[in-house]
């Protein structure tokens, strides 16, 4: 079930037989966790959220307002804040499938966000609502996304005092060890 909630003119509580309907994608992309792993070559299929979007949620809008961020919420509590550009985004799934098996527990079953230009961290597992906003809600968690709200990777994003620039050569030399040990099997997890 996928609650729809903010901005709209009835709450909706989607059943995910609704989004399985819809016409399916697959992306090819890496993953990056703001902590330093990364995981790569990963093949994950489902519904762009574009698509949702477009066909779900533009509909109920409240008339006259415009949806500047959409925070996802996930069964446990999670939750993940995300501008409309970059949800919007035609990389952006919502995703039942990784590398051809359906999700299981520990990555986010039964559905999940995979947004692969932005952090990890705004992957929301176990999807279980969106609500639609009109303003940027306050950010009460840390410095690192107080200054980088948006998290994206190839920004390098993610600290709160050092620049991109400086960090961006230490974080990519990481990728190459790291797709060694994950593909023997160590894939770290964080
Ligand atoms: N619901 C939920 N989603 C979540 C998280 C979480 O704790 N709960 N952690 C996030 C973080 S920090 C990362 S790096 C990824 C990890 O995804 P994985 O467990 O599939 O490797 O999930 C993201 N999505
Ligand atoms: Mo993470």
Do not use: M, N
């Given at each position: 079930m996928i609650k729809v909630r903010g901005a709209v003119t009835e709450k909706l509580d989607l059943p995910l037989a609704t989004l399985s309907a819809l016409p399916r994608k697959e992306i090819k992309a890496d993953f990056?966790?703001?902590?330093?792993?990364?995981?790569?070559?990963?093949?994950?299929?489902?519904?762009l959220f574009e698509t949702f979007y477009r066909t779900h949620l533009e509909p109920v809008l409240r008339p006259g307002t415009t949806i500047t961020h959409i925070a996802c919420r996930a069964l446990d509590g999670y939750e993940g804040v995300f501008t409309i550009d970059d949800i919007l985004a035609d990389d952006v799934l919502i995703a039942f499938n990784l590398d051809g098996?359906?999700?299981?527990?520990?990555?986010?079953?039964?559905?999940?966000?995979?947004?692969?230009?932005?952090?990890?961290?705004?992957?929301?597992?176990?999807?279980?609502?969106?609500?639609?906003?009109?303003?940027?809600?306050?950010?009460?968690?840390?410095?690192v996304l107080r200054s980088h709200p948006r998290g994206r990777v190839w920004e390098e994003e993610r600290h709160g005092l050092l620049p991109g620039r400086v960090v961006r050569p230490f974080y990519r030399s990481l990728i190459r060890p790291i797709r060694y040990l994950s593909s023997r099997g160590s894939r770290p997890r964080a």
């Open positions: 990056h966790c703001v902590a330093g792993w990364s995981a790569t070559d990963l093949v994950w299929e489902g519904v098996r359906p999700l299981d527990s520990d990555h986010g079953a039964p559905v999940r966000l995979v947004s692969p230009r932005q952090y990890g961290y705004f992957s929301v597992k176990h999807l279980s609502g969106v609500a639609l906003l009109t303003a940027a809600p306050p950010i009460t968690e840390g410095p």
